[in-house]
């Protein structure tokens, strides 16, 4: 197999547990009443949060929501 070909279905799999981990713990932040939804807007991730809409990069949103659950468990 190609090395370009393999390379690229590493990222697709790697891309795939990241937006599984990221909303698994949107949906644990909004089980906990921490949020009121979670999910991608116009290439960014949301979180309502407080009446606002935050977005930021997916990687962002991980750290936010990590910390924000870590905060009250």
């Given at each position: 197999?190609?090395?370009?070909?393999?390379?690229?279905?590493?990222?697709?799999?790697?891309?795939?547990?990241?937006?599984?981990?990221?909303?698994?713990?949107?949906?644990?932040?909004?089980?906990?009443?921490?949020?009121?939804?979670?999910?991608?807007?116009?290439?960014?991730?949301?979180?309502?949060?407080q009446g606002e809409a935050l977005l930021m990069s997916p990687d962002?949103?991980?750290?936010?929501?990590?910390?924000?659950?870590?905060d009250v468990t």
């Amino acid at each position: 197999m190609d090395e370009d070909i393999i390379r690229q279905k590493l990222n697709q799999e790697l891309d795939a547990i990241s937006i599984n981990k990221l909303t698994q713990l949107g949906n644990q932040a909004v089980q906990l009443g921490l949020i009121a939804g979670h999910g991608y807007h116009k290439g960014k991730y949301e979180i309502l949060r407080q009446g606002e809409a935050l977005l930021m990069s997916p990687d962002e949103a991980q750290t936010y929501l990590e910390k924000l659950i870590q905060d009250v468990t």
